[in-house]
């Protein structure tokens, strides 16, 4: 985690015939959240290098080169196969740019949905709307979505973060409940208590 450390400096006047003017205190360093869940010391790197997603103890990554879109960067699956956490980075382009120049991260998070919702030929929908959260000094747009259907009796939904790294590379991080085990997924209080560990412990 990145920790911002405010330091005080003191300026004293030497001799009487100098006067110095009062300076006012910095504020108190700022606190970052913890994780609210034990974290592993297993992380996804970027290429780069200018970012780490810590994923949460006794999770594991799974290889998926050849099998996932180039953009993934990595998945992490917890132990039962009920819920994975996906980072992908997103692609820089005119339209991306501009977006984000404009708009800043609730921008990124609405193109990161379009991309989402035209690569599932519109199968997925947005189940909140768009917006921001500061931690420290990191900044996240969020949203939710569900690839089930509006009269689905059993909602699954996934939350995802879209944020912007010190070198400004652009990425998205996503909790998304599976399918692929017999075992139901966390519940929702889970869930979110996960996403925003994952969230607290990210570096870029």
Not at 98 to 116: D, H, M, N, P, W
Not at 140 to 163: C, I, K, N, P, Q
Request: neutral net charge; aromatic residues 8%; proline residues 6%.
């Amino acid at each position: 985690m990145l920790v911002v450390l405010a330091s005080a400096v003191s300026f004293l006047a030497q001799g009487c015939l100098f006067v110095s003017e009062e300076k006012k205190p910095e504020p108190p360093p700022v606190a970052l959240p913890k994780p609210e869940i034990p974290m592993s010391e297993d992380y996804i790197r970027s290429k780069p290098g200018d970012m780490l997603a810590f994923i949460p103890k006794d999770w594991f990554l799974i290889d998926v080169e050849g099998k996932a879109s180039s953009d993934v960067v990595a998945v992490a699956v917890n132990k039962d196969y009920t819920v994975s956490m996906i980072v992908q980075s997103i692609r820089k382009t005119d339209i991306v740019e501009q977006t984000v120049s404009k708009e800043g991260v609730i921008g990124l998070a609405r193109l990161a949905f379009e991309k989402r919702s035209r690569k599932t030929a519109g199968t997925v929908r947005m189940l909140s709307t768009i917006t921001t959260a500061t931690m420290g000094d990191k900044t996240f747009g969020l949203y939710e979505f569900t690839a089930d259907s509006a009269t689905s009796t059993r909602l699954m939904r996934s939350h995802s973060a879209v944020f912007v790294s010190s070198i400004n590379n652009y990425y998205e991080c996503s909790l998304v409940p599976t399918t692929i085990s017999a075992m139901p997924p966390p519940d929702e209080i889970e869930m979110n208590k996960t996403f925003r560990s994952i969230l607290a412990a990210l570096q870029f």
